[in-house]
């Protein structure tokens, strides 16, 4: 086996949503109220919904620049590689970078929906995210049979009308849903509430997994606005933790055992620590704190029940013995600003190649394919998915950096270290 | 080499002040308005200071007690292990754990001093400082010597009062002082800030190790007031990832080299996925974020300049290919819910016994004898140092869990987990 022959499934990529999507899918009756991209005086694209103003592509579009012009915040499509938004585009860019297939999170509405979750209108909200989820999952994903996994957004206001959502993107397709890694950050219920119980169980009689993503709920912390932005960067994957620990002692996985999370962009390296310290805390302080796992231990629930991933990780790739490596995946994360894009077989094959062959194959491709139900191989044909055979159709994809894109770039306005600081005052 | 041959050495244990130390140590003119301890009228021991009344034990001290009578907060003296308080009592209970040596956290005025910023009276602040180090150091370390390790705390909201103090504490035998993990947590300047330059010059020049403790600045979040108490517990350590993040990518270690900081209480495991997560994020990012680390990674300024620690890691242990050996330290966390008291040999060795002697003897108290200056083997003898040699000292003390002691307890109120909720309306 070589890097050629790896076949790579991303479990966490995104997509911007491109212009007249919203249009295409609402009913007639609320296509005068659709999130509609203006042009502001300052030249950028923002998305007007619900009588806001939404900057699009809030979560660094950078894919293709040169590093040094990576920033966090493109402002018009103009600005960004056509791949994010175009599917024909992000086929080619996926070819060029051996990529098989995706899970899509979305931009506008936040990785979970959440910005959607307060608009004033929720019939016209809740139309909005089915208009969505029918873009995705008719004109995305199905624009190119074997290479999407679809993701769906629900109206989580509203539990019942998310049920309902959930079944009837089910019944088209949908293999997972996105969930924020901690409602209560976003002013919904927590996950100790029997209140997500019908979302649970309708989650588990249609086999679909809950998808969370860093920073859909929980925010990694910044210490002080003079801290480098790099600080922040670092800390964003393992902040998951927080939550990750809040999912594991809920009550949600002992009453639905089949359920499965996916925590995503988390990372793997840390996992094992942190379930020595789940295991150390429950023998040490269940008998005060009465928590039960019955006969499981907290380490055995969470390899059971959550999916993890990683982009690069070889600390976690060399600590297979503390891992469920049945349940570990990899992502791309294409087109924010840690994707290695269009190096990604190069990247994982540094991170695997000590590994067998089997354990390669499962973290690459197999393990997302069994627990989000994906069978690409018998859409395209095993042997037209590997590295070495996507990237022959991509030879024509202009790959080399592109300067000069323009966008908010601290770099080019001092040679001094960009702050966090600085980053948070551009979104306030 | 079996368990009894261990010497361990703690760099994180925790004192509670005793009653009169302040008004033993401070100068005549302040005596009147020394901290001084009241009863209230629920029978609450509590610290009186500057017209602010301040809980004891507000940090579990609950060592000794049967496991199913843990709590955040025995509120009275008689609720607590005299070891707690009373040096000689505690001297039997390191002994009784085969603890050779200890670097004791002050309680009162919390981890880093923090308690004592906002004091409306500053002359009385910084002399109520330099009598709790002259406490710390003439009366509780002087006890017993080769038995403690002395740690100072500084009036921080004045940088020049702070390195004042450092001297005089450094001139008595002080080997570090303590600092809070993210300052501006605490209302005092970013690490990020030439504020601290004259604070970090003068703990070189002196070789004093800074020890940052978990929780005296940032603080652990749990995602809801239902999350179960033993989530919160569990994030806790590994929650001082960010303010490592914080601290490594500072102007700090590159201007000064031999500072050494050590992460309190932090744990091991993590460490190696923050580290390769660092060198990913340097690598990828540093064109635009203008990073710069010299001729080092990140991840070899880490290993340079940051102690850390364990209670229980195996993970850890197993994972020293990655982790820089030489710069970790073990810790009982005595008198906290975390400690193993009085079994902390029989915890270590199981996480240790794989390792070669040298190892060993690194982590359990060779790197922390070289980092914090210290050598009890000069005052006491080698051969007495051992948990062997400690517990043979220790026949007469009282080890069996005490029970019905008093204090929070919620676990006596219901059968129900106890949340995260409880605990926080319990301290507000």
Known sequence: MNMHDLILISVDDHVIEPPGMFERHLPARFKDRAPRLITTETGADAWSFDGKLIPNFGLNAVVGRPPEEYGMEPTSYSQIRKGTYDVKARIDDMNADGVLASICFPTFPHFAGNRLFDANDKQLARAVISAYNDWHIDEWCAAAPGRFIPLAILPLWDVQASV???KRVAAKGCRTITFPDNPVAVGLPSIHMGYWDPL?????????????????GNQATHSSMESPIDAWIVTMPMAISGAAADWLFSPIFKKFPDLKLSLAEGGIGWIPYLLERANFVYRHHKAWTNADFGELLPSELF???????????KFGLHSTDFLNMDMVCWECDYPHSDCVWPHSPEIVWDSVKHLSRELIDKVTHLNAMREFRFDP???LGRENCTVGALRAQAQHVQVEPVAGMGGFNPATRSGEPVTSGEVVRMFS
């Open 377 to 379: 191989f018998a859409v």
């Open 200 to 216: 649970w169980a309708a989650a588990v009689e249609y086999q679909i997994v809950i998808s969370s993503h860093i920073g859909s």
């Open 164 to 166: 309902d959502e959930l």
């Open 303 to 313: 390899q059971r029940n959550f999916l993890t991933c990683f982009i690069e990780d």
